[in-house]
Structures are given as C-alpha cells and as structure tokens.
Nanobody, 124 residues
C-alpha cells in the first residue's frame, strides 16, 4: 500500500501562483506514474498532469499546458505541481494519485492510490 498526502493549497487571486506537493509513504517503489487530478463543485474529477517517475516524461491537460509544471520531488515528496497564471476556473480540490507498475492508461481507474485532496480557490 501507498499513502499520499497533499499540501500547498489555498486562496489566491487570478494571475497568482501556488505550489502543491504530494508526500508519500509505504511501497512507493511500486509506482511508475504520479498524477494530479482535480474536481470542481458539480463536476467530474479530471486529469491535470502526470509524470513517469523513472523517465521524467510529463503529460498535461490542454487547459493547463504552459501554466502548470509537474516535477519529481525528493526525499518524502514524490511529486510537485507548480501552478502559475491561475484562473478562477482552476478552482477545485486537487488530488495526487499513484499508478502502480502493471496498470495501464491515463484515466482515473488506472490509479490505485489517492490522497485526500487539497482545496485551491482562485478569486477573480
């Protein structure tokens, strides 16, 4: 099992920046992809970004490409999400997730491990 805990959410004005981090414990060696997802009120959870933990290859949703950067952490922090030029439509609960080796695909069901989420609110 892997335990994930997000941090770094908060309230920011449009155009501002936030950095989210995801700490991990447990069988982290069993993970090959780390991803960030978000869920706004009344909407389904959606993909934001992902990184191949070994190669460093990154993937982004079109709505955040060029504004958000996912990166590998060190020590207990598995992954970070730097969010710049934030917009009100980025307001959501952000979740980090881990995809175990052997699972395939970039959709939610491929990720077995989830954090509890951190709230990001962008005011206009």
């Amino acid at each position: 099992q892997v335990q994930l805990v997000e941090s770094g959410g908060g309230l920011v004005q449009a155009g501002g920046s936030l950095r989210l981090s995801c700490a991990a414990s447990g069988r982290t060696f069993s993970i090959d992809y780390m991803g960030w997802f978000r869920q706004a009120p009344g909407k389904e959870r959606e993909f934001v970004a992902a990184i191949n933990w070994r190669s460093g290859t990154t993937y982004y949703a079109g709505s955040v490409k060029g504004r958000f950067t996912i990166s590998r952490g060190n020590a207990d922090i598995l992954v970070n999400l730097q969010m710049n030029s934030l917009k009100p439509e980025d307001t959501a609960v952000y979740y980090c997730a881990g995809r175990p080796i052997g699972n395939v695909g970039g959709y939610l069901a491929a990720y077995d491990y989830w954090g509890q989420g951190t709230q990001v609110t962008v005011s206009s």
